[in-house]
């Protein structure tokens, strides 16, 4: 299989990753947690080689998923809020490490390809899952700072926020489509709220552009 092919399947494989947590996990029946905790580490690991890396970044990735994958494991058997913590936190550096390589892989790139514009939907989705782990995190750091009857995050029938409620928010906040129901409420989670908001803004605005400067420049060539 040639190297381009090979980049074009570990992207359709990132995509089907991140559409399945997005779209299909809200609605599993079995226990959530496994199916996120399933979901996630795929999506770190598929998202190591859907791009051609450099050696270097990828000694980065691969450890730093590891480490991630180790940690979301642990803390699925040993409930433990501190775990908790410590889990999300690694796995938003995680995702954080895969979306500024991507973009720097896309801004690099001389032409555009299907496997780059493949790529650029994969890095606008993985910084909404992005957004909905930090969201995860300032929210269980409101309530660890301020008790259990405290929450960063309001949902309309009162009740405790899952994995999915962050999701949800994370991406009507990053296609800034904000219907409302679900808000954040906290001085912490709406400050992760304005940065998701301006991170989809300048993900559209400039990638958007830049693929765009690349079409027209290769065209123009022809």
Avoid at 28 to 56: H, M, N, P, T, W
Avoid at 72 to 86: A, C, G, M, S, V
Avoid at 96 to 111: D, G, K, P, T
Wanted: hydrophobic share 55%; net charge neutral.
């Amino acid at each position: 299989m040639m190297k381009s092919e090979h980049l074009a399947r570990n992207n359709v494989i990132l995509l089907v990753c991140l559409l399945s947590l997005i779209v299909f996990y809200p609605f599993s029946q079995a226990d959530k947690s496994l199916v996120r905790d399933l979901l996630l580490s795929a999506v770190f690991f598929a998202g190591i080689f859907s791009l051609e890396f450099s050696a270097r970044s990828r000694m980065l990735l691969l450890p730093l998923a590891i480490l991630t994958a180790g940690t979301t494991w642990i803390r699925h058997f040993i409930k433990n809020d501190l775990l908790y913590l410590i889990d999300f936190g690694t796995s938003s550096i995680t995702l954080a490490v895969i979306v500024v390589l991507m973009i720097r892989h896309i801004a690099r790139s001389r032409v555009v390809t299907p496997t780059i514009i493949l790529s650029s939907v994969n890095g606008y989705l993985l910084l909404g899952v992005l957004g909905a782990v930090l969201l995860s995190i300032a929210d269980a750091t409101h309530i660890f700072l301020n008790g259990p009857g405290s929450a960063g995050i309001a949902l309309p029938n009162q009740g405790s926020p899952e994995f999915s409620d962050y999701l949800y928010l994370a991406f009507i906040t990053l296609t800034t489509v904000g219907y409302g129901d679900v808000t954040a409420v906290s001085h912490l989670t709406r400050s992760v709220a304005i940065l998701i908001g301006l991170a989809g803004q300048l993900y559209m605005t400039i990638l958007v552009a830049m693929l765009v400067g690349k079409f027209s420049a290769g065209h123009d060539e022809r």
